[in-house]
């Protein structure tokens, strides 16, 4: 494997942190079997899943009591450049990429929601 990720060491956070694969596909936006191949062949783990697994083993998220599991979900879409300064961020505070982007969207949620709320209201009279 190239991307520097043991797949043992993997295997073991997982084990040590209450979570599966199951939880780790989603975490990476890819399916189980995709995880199961990563960490049961030789075939290289993407670079983008990398950061996410990198940042997951080193932050306060892979306990299992860190937080509640998110009931409604979004997906974004970042340029690579874009998704590794949100992984770097997110390393430096000891958050979950996913962790780092929630609070940020609910920061501008919660504090400017008269701006959200024109903004919502102007295109709806579109």
């Known amino acids: ?15 040590a942190a ?4 199951f939880w780790l596909a989603e975490s990476c936006g890819v399916q189980k079997r995709t995880v199961d191949n ?4 030789s075939r290289a783990i993407p670079r983008k899943a990398e950061l996410i697994i990198k940042t997951l083993m080193a932050s306060k998220f892979s306990s299992p009591d860190a937080i509640a599991e998110v009931a409604h979900s979004v997906e974004l879409h970042f340029s690579e450049k874009e998704f590794e ?5 997110a390393r ?4 979950s990429p996913v962790q780092w982007v929630e609070t940020e969207v609910l920061k501008v949620i919660h504090s400017e929601p008269y701006r959200v709320l024109r903004a919502l ?5 579109e």
């Not at 494997?1 to 084990?15: C, F, P, Q, R, Y």
């Not at 300064?85 to 961020?89: F, L, M, Y």
């Open 121 to 125: 209201s102007s295109r709806e009279g």
């Open 18 to 21: 209450g979570r599966d694969r």
């Open 1 to 15: 494997m190239n991307s520097g990720l043991d797949t043992k060491e993997i295997v073991s956070w997982l084990k």
């Open 85 to 89: 300064s949100i992984c770097d961020i």
């Open 92 to 95: 430096v505070l000891k958050l």
């Open 38 to 41: 990563w960490l049961s062949s």
